[in-house]
């Protein structure tokens, strides 16, 4: 049981931070488009499908960010589900760094540290009881026969 509290405190701090930043850098990107607030060149999306950085830092904003800061508030309150958001806003933060180092390259360490956090959100909440292992035994019972 204490494993378990370190693991939904260490999860929440993970998220909680993830979330603060992604907000931040987002807020930075959709009130700028054009990189220059953030010192971020617009000729890195040359090659991309963007013409700025638009969607993009909304994506950051709203799900990596919002949706890390209210993971975090479910892990917190512990919210039946806070394992699967956990896995689900750690996934997607891992996808949206690959991605984002495929259209501009790996700019900085910030890039593979965010993979890493990512990663870790993904196995701490592979680590929770009942993450996925509830939801196994529910589809084998309704898929038996």
Same mark, same amino acid.
């Given at each position: 049981?204490?494993?378990?509290?370190?693991?939904? @405190?260490?999860?929440?701090?993970?998220?909680?931070?993830?979330?603060? @930043?992604?907000?931040?850098?987002?807020?930075?990107?959709?009130?700028?488009?054009?990189?220059?607030?953030?010192?971020?060149?617009?000729?890195?999306?040359?090659?991309?499908?963007?013409?700025?950085?638009?969607?993009?830092?909304?994506?950051?904003?709203?799900?990596?960010?919002?949706?890390?800061?209210?993971?975090?508030?479910?892990?917190?309150?512990?919210?039946?589900?806070?394992? +699967?958001?956990?896995?689900?806003?750690?996934?997607?933060?891992?996808?949206?760094?690959?991605?984002?180092?495929?259209?501009?390259?790996?700019?900085?360490?910030?890039?593979?540290?965010?993979?890493?956090?990512?990663?870790?959100?993904?196995?701490?909440?592979? +680590?929770?009881?009942?993450?996925? +292992?509830?939801?196994?035994?529910?589809?084998?019972?309704? @898929?038996?026969?």
């Amino acid at each position: 049981m204490k494993i378990t509290r370190s693991f939904n @405190t260490i999860l929440c701090v993970l998220q909680i931070g993830i979330g603060v @930043t992604a907000v931040l850098g987002g807020f930075g990107l959709a009130s700028d488009p054009s990189g220059a607030g953030m010192e971020i060149p617009l000729a890195l999306l040359e090659n991309s499908i963007f013409a700025n950085y638009l969607i993009p830092g909304l994506v950051l904003l709203i799900v990596i960010g919002v949706g890390n800061v209210l993971g975090g508030i479910a892990t917190l309150i512990r919210h039946r589900h806070f394992g +699967k958001i956990a896995i689900f806003s750690g996934s997607f933060l891992v996808v949206y760094i690959l991605v984002e180092i495929g259209i501009v390259g790996l700019l900085n360490l910030s890039q593979p540290l965010y993979i890493i956090l990512g990663i870790a959100e993904i196995v701490l909440g592979l +680590k929770l009881p009942g993450a996925i +292992k509830h939801d196994t035994k529910e589809l084998v019972e309704s @898929t038996a026969f």
